[in-house]
Every structure is written in structure tokens, then in C-alpha cells.
T-cell receptor, first 112, second 112 residues
């Protein structure tokens, strides 16, 4: 199984809502990533978990809260988002480097 | 800070020709460099990885070169096909770390 599964595929939320994005992989990878991608821009790194511990936080606003419950699962909790947070949110996984990233298909998020 | 540039935002070529995409970086050389392909609404897909001590890597119709003197990687697709149309992203990686940062990407269109 070489898949990274993300749910939901699409999400529309208001600025006062709380929602969560989910990501799952069963490749035994010990590093998992969240990226944000705006239209016609490259993916932008948000968070990295290595062996279930947060290892990189690229100065992301606190309205985004990552969680890694176990080595297969990664969540991104969303609260009080702004319309400019609307984007494609991508999850990826890898073995510790040098290693290629496996990406999910993403969650297209719209904040109204 | 490190800057990554890719030769052009968009590149159009005729079917059957060789497409050449460029990735340039400033300052210090990465330990290795990866190339990914991204189709609209999908996550990036890994294509090739080249290490700093390697000059060239090949995979089927794909070839990557890495010139640390020029601070540049070239990505070639020979005998290009319309199905090769996509955005191609380079990702230089430093010290075998996990802060995978992507270049801005080149949107390739192969015209029949």
C-alpha cells in the first residue's frame, strides 16, 4: 500500500467553525508533513512530525493545530480561520531522509 | 536566505521534442535535490532524486543533472508526449533534513 489518504476531499467552513483534516498512511513511514498550497503556487511547508513528535513548525498561526496520534495518523485541527486560509491542504509522508515524499490528494478548503 | 528559482513559469513544446527545465539555487549546495510532478488538484508525485556527488540520473525518458558549480539542476524529458503536461517542481534538501521546500514550479504544456 503506497497511498496517503486524506479526508475530507472538500471542506467549506465559516470563520467561527472548528473542523479537522485527517491523513493516514500504512507504509511504515515515520515522518509526516502538512503543506498548504494556494492556486498557481508551490506547496508551502507548515509542519513536520518525526517519530510522532513535532520537529518543524514553520511559524504557522495558532489557528492551525497539528496532532499526530500515532505513526499512521496525522490531523490538522482548524479553528477561527480566515478567508485567506482557503487553499489546498496536502499531507505527505516519508522515511527519515534522504527520502522521497508521498503525497495525498489533498483537502480543498474554503473559508467563508 | 536560500532562494530557489525555476527557469520559467510556463513552457510550451511540441510533441516529440525534449523538454528542459531548470532549477537554480543560491548560496550553499543542497545535499540532494528532488523533482516532482504535480497535476491540477492532485498532490505532487516523486520522479527523481540526485545527490550532490552525482552528476546525472536517468529513469526511462527522464534525466536529471546536478552542477554544484553552476548551482543548477536540469530536468529533461525526451520524446515528450501530451501526457507529460503538468507542473514540475524541484526541491533542494539540505543536511538530510525534512524541511522540504519546493521551487516555484514550471508548468509544462506538450502540444500535439
Amino acid at each position: 500500500d503506497t497511498e496517503v489518504t486524506q479526508t475530507p476531499k472538500h471542506l467549506v467552513m465559516g470563520m467561527t467553525n472548528k473542523k479537522s483534516l485527517k491523513c493516514e498512511q500504512h507504509m511504515g513511514h515515520r515522518a509526516m508533513y502538512w503543506y498548504k498550497q494556494k492556486a498557481k503556487k508551490p506547496p508551502e511547508l507548515m509542519f513536520v512530525y518525526s517519530y510522532e513528535k513535532l520537529s518543524i513548525n514553520e511559524s504557522v498561526p495558532s489557528r492551525f493545530s497539528p496532532e499526530c496520534p500515532n505513526s499512521s495518523l496525522l490531523n490538522l485541527h482548524l479553528h477561527a480561520l480566515q478567508p485567506e486560509d482557503s487553499a489546498l491542504y496536502l499531507c505527505a509522508s516519508s522515511q527519515p531522509g534522504p527520502a522521497k515524499l508521498f503525497f495525498g490528494s489533498g483537502t480543498q478548503l474554503s473559508v467563508l | 536566505s536560500q532562494k530557489i528559482e525555476q527557469n520559467s513559469e510556463a513552457l510550451n513544446i511540441q510533441e516529440g521534442k525534449t523538454a528542459t527545465l531548470t532549477c537554480n539555487y543560491t548560496n550553499y549546495s543542497p545535499a540532494y535535490l528532488q523533482w516532482y510532478r504535480q497535476d491540477p488538484g492532485r498532490g505532487p508525485v516523486f520522479l527523481l532524486l540526485i545527490r550532490e556527488n552525482e552528476k546525472e540520473k536517468r529513469k526511462e525518458r527522464l534525466k536529471v543533472t546536478f552542477d554544484t558549480t553552476l548551482k543548477q539542476s536540469l530536468f529533461h524529458i525526451t520524446a515528450s508526449q501530451p501526457a507529460d503536461s503538468a507542473t514540475y517542481l524541484c526541491a533542494p534538501t539540505y543536511n538530510y533534513g525534512q524541511n522540504f521546500v519546493f521551487g516555484p514550479g514550471t508548468r509544462l504544456s506538450v502540444l500535439p
